[in-house]
């Protein structure tokens, strides 16, 4: 396994963004693909206010973050960046959209019409909109949230009901393993979706966006497709909490 160096400097963060970018211009390059077409979302869950401040510095103007108090927390800690914004990728439940509705940009993790229709209720009183995507169980592991593919067309038939919900496309969570034959199928199930997605897609609703990939396997799903790799070890540096304990909830589903 790869292991992460900590940043805490505004120049730390610099290196490691411009290796991060550095690594998804050569999979673009392999794949013949513009890096422009890659959005690189650094992912700053566990991560304290200090050392975001300092990633704010060195550019990091979009952050992801997991768990929705967490994220809350520090948008009101860090509310004198206006132009530090938000994005929660993981899993909500329905009395948390309140909180979602009130400060992010975006929200990756859309799986299940109960929490749409609560996020659209609570930014409709705020006159607020949304950018979402409609998250994918690619892995086909009980442990993931995320719809099966086979449900995920009809589901976003019904999204347009809910008009402060701009629908972008699609995120997934691939297998967590160093085998790239294993995670690959992964990315490859979601790009494929995508496209048989797009064919009928309501009015209203895009299938642009592919967020696929961590820093563990971005690269792979660069070359598959991704136009949003979220990123957070490889610019931040290694978490006490494994990845796979962000996931494992499923008794909260």
């Keep these: 396994m790869t292991r992460y160096t900590t940043a805490n400097t505004v120049e730390e963060f610099r290196q490691h963004l411009a290796d991060v970018h550095a690594r998804i211009a050569a999979a673009c390059q392999r794949s013949g693909r513009d890096p422009a077409t890659v959005r690189l ?5 566990t991560v304290p206010e200090a050392r975001l401040r300092n990633a704010h510095l060195a550019g990091c103007h979009t952050l992801g973050e997991n768990k929705v108090q ?4 520090k948008w009101l800690a860090m509310s004198n ?3 530090l914004k938000w994005a929660i990728i993981g899993h909500l439940q329905t009395n948390k959209a309140k909180l979602v509705a009130e400060f992010a940009s975006e929200f990756q993790a859309l799986d299940s019409l109960r929490v749409a229709a609560a996020l659209d209720k609570h930014l409709q009183a705020l006159g607020r909109s949304l950018d979402v995507l409609v998250q994918v169980n690619t892995s086909g592991e009980a442990s993931k949230f ?5 449900d995920v067309a009809a589901f976003v038939q019904q999204l347009p009901a809910f008009k402060s919900l ?3 496309g699609l995120m997934t969570l691939a297998l967590f393993s160093d085998d790239a034959a294993k995670v690959r199928p992964c990315f490859v199930r979601l790009r494929e979706l995508r496209e048989r997605l797009r064919e009928d897609a309501p009015d209203g609703v895009a ?3 592919l967020s696929m990939g961590m820093s563990g396997d971005f690269e792979l799903a660069i070359e598959q497709g991704a136009t949003s790799v979220r990123v957070g070890q490889a610019i931040f540096g290694a978490r006490a909490v494994p990845d796979s304990a962000y996931w494992l ?4 589903r």
Excluded at 70 to 73: G, L, Q, S, V
């Design 207 to 209: 299938m642009d966006e």
């Design 81 to 83: 960046l206006p132009d």
């Design 166 to 168: 701009r629908v972008r």
């Design 146 to 150: 995320g719809l099966l593919p086979d």
């Design 41 to 45: 979302l650094p992912v700053s869950k």
């Design 249 to 252: 909830d499923a008794a909260v």
């Design 70 to 73: 967490e994220a809350h927390r």
